[in-house]
């Protein structure tokens, strides 16, 4: 919604999304005018015969809409070329946001053999494109190296909404597991154990089978309040089998950045490459191998304390490179207007 209230400063914005059909929500809205489709709701027995059907929807709001600029997040599963070829066929400018490494995240491991397959239908898909958006500069490298195309490109990772004023709460000894995805949190088995004797650990709005507390789902300034009483927010999230997964080491997730905006700092494990250059550059929390170096690990949070005014110091002085504000928005409209000028 962040990049389609922008657009809707600019211009008429045509929105479509994943969602229900009720024609109440698809109204016009100011300058938005919404196109929420569903697969489920597609006619047809069969998940393939609606998946096919969704797709020529989208292919026929690409048709027959009058804009200027296409902006995808993702593509149709039975079309994945065609939509960009038919944009491009039109004469209209096409961004591509590219907040996964696609050919690594598209499909369940299982189906990874299939991923040089992805690595072409990506390449086919930069060609056409007149620029593309990702999450962290080492991602984007990935896919242009792997592809051979570069693109026009602007990083934007997933910034907080918004902060917390810097120290304003006591931090309780707790370290937080935040996130709205369920994922496999890799570390060590002892490490875990002593943390325990330290620390309460607990998971705001996630199933976490490791803490000793889940709480709920929360409204987003209630969350951030609660993240801002614990000690630290622990990352070491692990999506697929391979603890390499490149959305993940290159991954800049909003639990993150919430964290840092919230005053509070991260134990990030040193997969996280992404990660692990902005906790370097700014000195906001602790890098560590979490899997396989318990007692040194435990030995550096518990005497953290000494840098821990640090942490909060630093936190606040870089609060600015951890929240959406109206100068990121400005390089996002200058992007794009490079773009329709180009």
């Given at each position: 919604?962040?990049?389609?209230?922008i657009?809707?400063?600019?211009?008429?914005v045509?929105?479509?999304?994943?969602?229900?059909n009720?024609?109440?929500?698809?109204?016009?809205?100011?300058?938005?005018?919404c196109?929420?489709?569903?697969?489920?709701?597609?006619?047809?027995?069969?998940?393939?015969?609606?998946r096919?059907r969704?797709?020529?929807?989208?292919l026929?709001?690409?048709?027959?809409?009058?804009?200027d600029?296409a902006?995808?997040?993702?593509?149709?599963?039975?079309?994945?070329?065609?939509?960009?070829?038919?944009?491009?066929k039109?004469?209209?400018?096409?961004?591509?946001?590219?907040?996964?490494?696609?050919?690594?995240?598209?499909?369940?491991?299982?189906?990874?053999?299939?991923?040089?397959?992805?690595?072409?239908?990506?390449?086919?898909?930069?060609s056409l494109v007149?620029?593309?958006?990702?999450?962290?500069?080492?991602?984007?490298?990935?896919?242009?190296?792997?592809?051979?195309?570069t693109?026009p490109?602007?990083?934007?990772?997933?910034?907080?909404?918004?902060?917390m004023?810097i120290?304003?709460?006591?931090?309780?000894?707790?370290?937080?597991?935040?996130?709205g995805?369920?994922r496999?949190?890799?570390?060590n088995?002892?490490?875990?154990?002593?943390?325990k004797k330290?620390?309460?650990?607990?998971?705001?709005?996630?199933?976490?089978?490791?803490?000793?507390?889940?709480?709920?789902?929360m409204d987003?300034?209630?969350m951030?309040?609660?993240?801002?009483?614990?000690?630290?927010?622990?990352?070491?999230f692990?999506?697929?089998?391979?603890?390499?997964?490149?959305?993940?080491?290159?991954s800049?997730?909003?639990?993150f950045y919430?964290?840092?905006?919230?005053?509070?700092?991260v134990?990030?494990?040193?997969?996280?490459?992404?990660?692990?250059?902005?906790?370097?550059?700014?000195?906001?929390?602790?890098?560590?191998?979490?899997s396989?170096?318990?007692?040194k690990d435990?030995s550096?949070?518990?005497?953290?304390s000494?840098s821990?005014?640090?942490?909060l110091?630093?936190?606040?002085?870089?609060?600015?490179?951890?929240?959406w504000?109206?100068?990121?928005?400005?390089?996002?409209?200058?992007?794009?207007?490079?773009?329709?000028?180009?």
């Open positions: 919604m962040r990049t389609i209230e657009f809707s400063k600019l211009g008429k045509y929105y479509q999304f994943s969602g229900s009720d024609l109440s929500i698809a109204q016009s809205k100011g300058d938005i005018q196109f929420p489709l569903s697969r489920d709701e597609m006619p047809g027995r069969h998940r393939l015969i609606k096919v969704l797709d020529q929807e989208i026929r709001l690409v048709q027959d809409l009058d804009y600029l902006y995808f997040h993702s593509f149709p599963a039975s079309q994945p070329i065609k939509l960009f070829r038919e944009v491009k039109r004469g209209k400018k096409l961004l591509y946001d590219l907040h996964e490494i696609m050919p690594v995240q598209f499909l369940p491991e299982k189906y990874s053999f299939l991923n040089p397959v992805l690595w072409q239908i990506l390449k086919a898909q930069l007149d620029g593309v958006i990702g999450v962290s500069d080492e991602a984007m490298k990935m896919m242009f190296e792997k592809t051979g195309i693109k490109f602007l990083i934007i990772p997933n910034y907080a909404v918004t902060g004023q120290g304003r709460n006591v931090k309780n000894a707790e370290i937080a597991i935040v996130g995805t369920s496999k949190i890799t570390i088995g002892n490490l875990l154990k002593e943390l330290n620390f309460k650990l607990i998971s705001i709005g996630t199933n976490c089978d490791i803490v000793d507390e889940e709480l709920p789902f987003y300034e209630l951030m309040d609660r993240i801002s009483k614990v000690k630290y927010t622990l990352l070491a692990q999506s697929r089998s391979d603890p390499q997964y490149p959305n993940d080491i290159y800049l997730p909003n639990k919430d964290s840092l905006a919230a005053g509070t700092p134990i990030i494990d040193n997969r996280f490459v992404s990660m692990k250059k902005i906790i370097e550059e700014t000195n906001t929390g602790l890098i560590l191998d979490l396989k170096e318990p007692y435990l550096l949070i518990l005497n953290a000494g821990y005014d640090s942490y110091k630093n936190l606040g002085r870089y609060y600015d490179k951890f929240v504000d109206n100068s990121k928005e400005d390089y996002f409209v200058d992007f794009i207007a490079t773009i329709m000028n180009s």
